[in-house]
């Protein structure tokens, strides 16, 4: 028969405080984390470097760089690389957030599991037509 461990008063009181600790440690990793995800910049280019961006954890484009070479793309070749350079910005910041939970609260952690969901959803091509991966 298992023992209940309420019925030791000083057992019980230890229990508790060790509890508050992990929860004031806890508490402690988010607001770290919290202020990590604040400065990620996610960044990404086309594979010839026509097409620089950059976003911020807001998902704010902060950064766009067009180089001329850019400029011997068709009109619609070219917005579709844009786009998917931002895109791509977009995945980099998620990929960024989720290992910054996983060093945080570990890889089987709610918050990484919820980050990782959030990083998998950017993955889904928009159903643009015209744009490709």
Request: no cysteine; proline share 5%; net charge negative.
């Amino acid at each position: 028969m298992t023992e209940n461990p309420w019925a030791n008063p000083d057992a019980a009181i230890a229990q508790v405080e060790a509890q508050i600790r992990q929860s004031q440690e806890q508490a402690t990793k988010a607001r770290a984390l919290e202020s990590q995800m604040k400065t990620l910049v996610g960044r990404a280019s086309s594979p010839r470097r026509e097409v620089t961006a950059a976003v911020s954890a807001s998902g704010l484009l902060t950064e766009l760089k067009i180089t001329t070479d850019a400029t011997a793309l068709r009109e619609d070749d070219l917005a579709t690389l844009i786009k998917k350079v931002v895109n791509d910005a977009h995945r980099a910041i998620g990929a960024q957030a989720v290992q910054l939970a996983a060093d945080a609260f570990g890889e089987d952690s709610g918050v990484t599991a919820r980050l990782r969901e959030e990083a998998a959803a950017r993955d889904i091509p928009p159903a643009e037509p015209g744009i490709t991966y």
